[in-house]
């Protein structure tokens, strides 16, 4: 028979009688653990080898004599101290000078092997067999008993001996990390803490997404990517954690499994959650529609500060108010109707989303605030983001180094061309092609929105309304449908936040409105997405 069928001969009959030849021939079990899982070892490595034998049993009796004839030998030259180990112990199989390339691969195998143990069977393989420290050593820095340090030993052990017929295949085998990404959308002020950020790398992604499928032990993830536990708990620790210590895309359970710890929807999930919002995208459009067609008079009647009031850029500024009215309408009912008991996770930064399908929609909303600054006491600065129009500038922007900004409210009374600097000039042609600002003749103009501050509160009056009796039928059944989901699709320690789910099935209503209202002519986009459309200020001398 070839030699690698020995595997086919272990069973617990055969390992009962190996561990009692053991046991007759050391001081006590934890050595004749030891001397049992060295046999084992070297029979699976003779299993790995070429060759054929004729008897089976002879041979594994053999191996298991020369085992203990060179257990006792070192044993004996230790001068009767009690055997703990060296460096070298963990390979009685290190290949001769005519099989050096496949003691190389099986010593490759082990440490492979040590990688994927869990960090406190991994920490005792090391400090004993590489750092060659005493059992009572590991005990002392691991602050445990010198037994469960031996028990450790011993379990490790036999996961690394199990693995070790296996490896030649796994070390071929690629790294199990299919690419994946995921759209997640922040709420609140990212300066508290954006987990985003910690998670950027393909493993990060990969583990948090294992994760969102079911609670998963940093060995189950590491079986499951083929990814040494080392590297898995370190990810594990970070995504944790976040980048703030306190919130981050994953949480440990108190069975020691790690699972998801936001919103995140599978493909499936947010195809059904935004379906439910799509279908009754046509009739909000045009109530929408209809209802600027109504107010347009009372929308140019708001008193901006602008030398120049257009109605295309008062829109802009409105539409993201009036496309989440449904969105919001829906929320309440939920809030009412639905998750009256659910309490409301409070924090200051919050993040939800889905696994990228393709499909990325616009609906972001970023403001500053300033004081001091070209003679206002305080500055506001707002603008929107959506698939028609990009981003200004983000939350922690300073305006107090932008010029172009400075620019603009410079702008608000008049600025002549004259007055300034070539700096000066070169900054205001940027301003103007970004649309802070326009020229008529030598003087300029700010062009985007400014209000003053006072009058801020009433700045989304008009758009509001639509809250009042125009959609309570749709959003009734828009409502009954997402509870459901949330029901059927969150655990219940994300419970609070089911407002986030609601977010994400309402995400196409942005995008939706506003190509809506463009095809009918009521919007008209800016060039290259970048313009005075959907940016405004409000300041205060």
């Not at 070192?74 to 101290?81: F, L, V």
């Not at 999930?269 to 008079?297: T, W």
């Not at 698939?387 to 400075?406: A, L, P, T, V, W």
Request: hydrophobic content about 35%; glycine content about 8%.
């Amino acid at each position: 028979m070839k030699k690698h069928e020995l595997l086919n001969y272990f069973n617990d009959e055969l390992l009962e009688k190996l561990y009692g030849f053991c046991y007759s021939r050391t001081a006590d079990s934890y050595e004749a653990q030891e001397l049992c899982s060295d046999i084992i070892f070297a029979i699976v490595k003779s299993a790995n080898a070429e060759g054929d034998i004729e008897n089976p049993y002879p041979f594994i009796w053999r191996v298991a004599r020369n085992v203990y004839a060179d257990f006792s030998d070192k044993r004996k030259r230790r001068d009767g101290i009690f055997y703990e180990g060296d460096p070298e112990e963990i390979f009685p199989f290190i290949s001769d000078e005519n099989d050096e390339d496949e003691g190389h691969e099986l010593i490759c195998a082990v440490y492979r092997c040590i990688a994927f143990l869990t960090r406190a069977y991994r920490e005792v393989m090391i400090m004993f067999y590489i750092d060659g420290l005493s059992t009572a050593k590991i005990a002392e820095r691991q602050k445990t008993s010198e037994g469960a340090v031996r028990q450790r030993l011993f379990s490790a052990r036999k996961k690394v001996k199990s693995e070790v017929e296996k490896m030649s295949d796994t070390n071929k085998r690629p790294v199990a990390l299919d690419k994946i990404d995921f759209v997640i959308w922040g709420t609140g002020n990212p300066g508290w803490g954006d987990p985003r950020n910690e998670c950027t790398r393909q493993i990060s992604k990969q583990i948090v997404h294992l994760c969102h499928k079911k609670p998963m032990s940093a060995l189950e993830i590491a079986e499951a990517l083929n990814v040494p536990t080392v590297y898995v708990e370190e990810e594990l620790e970070i995504q944790t954690k976040g980048e703030n210590g306190k919130y981050g895309l994953l949480r440990r359970l108190d069975n020691g499994k790690y699972a998801i710890n936001f919103i995140l929807l599978d493909k499936d999930k947010v195809e059904k959650a935004h379906g439910i919002y799509n279908e009754q995208l046509p009739m909000i459009c045009n109530v929408i529609s209809d209802f600027i067609d109504k107010r347009k008079g009372d929308y140019l009647a708001f008193p901006y500060l602008n030398k120049k009031i257009d109605l295309n850029l008062v829109l802009w500024q409105q539409v993201y108010t009036m496309s989440h009215v449904f969105g919001e309408k829906v929320e309440r009912i939920l809030s009412d109707n639905y998750f009256a008991g659910v309490e409301k996770v409070k924090r200051p930064f919050s993040v939800f989303g889905y696994v990228d399908n393709g499909k990325h929609y616009g609906g972001g909303w970023d403001g500053v605030v300033a004081r001091n600054v070209c003679g206002f006491s305080e500055i506001r600065l707002d603008n929107i983001y959506i698939k028609r129009i990009e981003k200004h500038f983000g939350c922690g922007h300073n305006i107090s180094s932008d010029s172009k900004i400075q620019l603009a409210l410079r702008s608000i009374n008049g600025l002549d061309v004259g007055t300034l600097s070539e700096v000066e000039k070169e900054h205001a042609a940027k301003a103007i092609e970004c649309g802070y600002l326009y020229r008529e003749e030598n003087m300029l103009w700010t062009k985007i929105l400014v209000n003053d501050i006072k009058d801020e509160d009433r700045l989304f009056d008009i758009s509001d309304e639509l809250s009042n009796g125009y959609f309570d039928a749709e959003a009734q059944a828009v409502a009954g449908k997402v509870a459901e989901l949330i029901r059927r699709s969150v655990s219940d320690y994300l419970l609070g936040e089911w407002r986030f789910f609601n977010n994400i099935a309402g995400l196409p209503l942005c995008d939706g409105v506003v190509e809506s209202l463009i095809e009918k002519g009521i919007l008209t986009p800016p060039d290259n997405g970048i313009g005075a459309e959907g940016c405004w200020m409000g300041v205060s001398k």
